[in-house]
């Protein structure tokens, strides 16, 4: 199974002409193969009048499960270069649709492709990039005269604070790397003089942003 993996954040929507055509493309992040394929076709119907709805995705953790279609566009010149991006950039769970509106102006094969190519390029640089790691999913309770102090910690660390919860004492539920989880506890610990409890939840894979 994957350590690690790189993906993009909800979705990006870029849109540019070329010779007259109009080209919407949309990037999304998928959870599995069912996820990408209602994507594709959520585009499709919202864009049901163009000429052409290409799509490409790679829809699983390790880069494997993958698909593309020309959509009526001559073989090998719109999903395989769009695809072809994606994997250049390293991506996986992330799905891409490229709307086409016909200008009348033909592109011949190889603009085809660099238009297609182009346009993903364009939309995925602009995607916010993530890094999904094996992250610990702990809870920090702390007293109230120790809230302000945990703040500061968490602010100054590489983690994600998904919850705040006030009761009897201030609960922080927050997402660390697995892999500093320990070293993470331990400086809380100090920084806290030990006024801390630590109660630990489950591990999954949380994106980290880069």
């Known amino acids: 199974m994957a350590e690690k993996y790189l993906s993009i954040a909800g979705e990006t929507v870029t ?3 070329i010779e007259k055509s109009r080209f919407i493309t949309v990037s999304r992040h998928v959870d599995g193969e069912d ?8 585009i499709s119907k919202k864009h049901a009048d163009a000429t052409h709805n290409c799509y490409a995705y790679v829809c ?16 090998g010149t719109a999903g395989m270069p769009m695809l072809e991006v994606l994997r250049a950039n390293g991506l996986c769970e992330t799905a891409v649709v490229v709307t086409r509106y016909f200008g009348g102006i033909k592109l011949g094969a190889g603009g085809l ?28 309770a702390v007293d109230y005269p120790e809230v302000d102090a945990a ?7 590489d983690c994600n604070l998904l919850n705040t919860a006030y009761e009897d004492k201030v609960a922080f539920t927050v997402a660390v790397k697995a892999a500093e989880v320990q070293a993470f506890d331990s400086a809380l610990v100090n920084h806290l ?12 894979f949380f994106p980290f942003k880069i």
Do not use: H, W
């Open 15 to 17: 849109e540019k002409v």
């Open 113 to 140: 492709v660099r238009a297609y190519s182009g346009c993903v390029a364009e939309n995925i640089a602009a995607a916010q990039k993530v890094l999904y790691e094996n992250c610990a999913e702990s809870v920090y």
């Open 60 to 75: 699983d953790k390790l880069g494997n499960n993958l698909r593309f279609s020309d959509d009526g566009e001559p073989q």
């Open 35 to 42: 996820d990408a394929k209602a994507f594709i076709a959520e």
């Open 193 to 204: 003089n030990g006024r801390v409890t630590i109660t630990r939840q489950r591990e999954y």
């Open 151 to 157: 703040m500061r910690f968490f602010n100054a660390n």
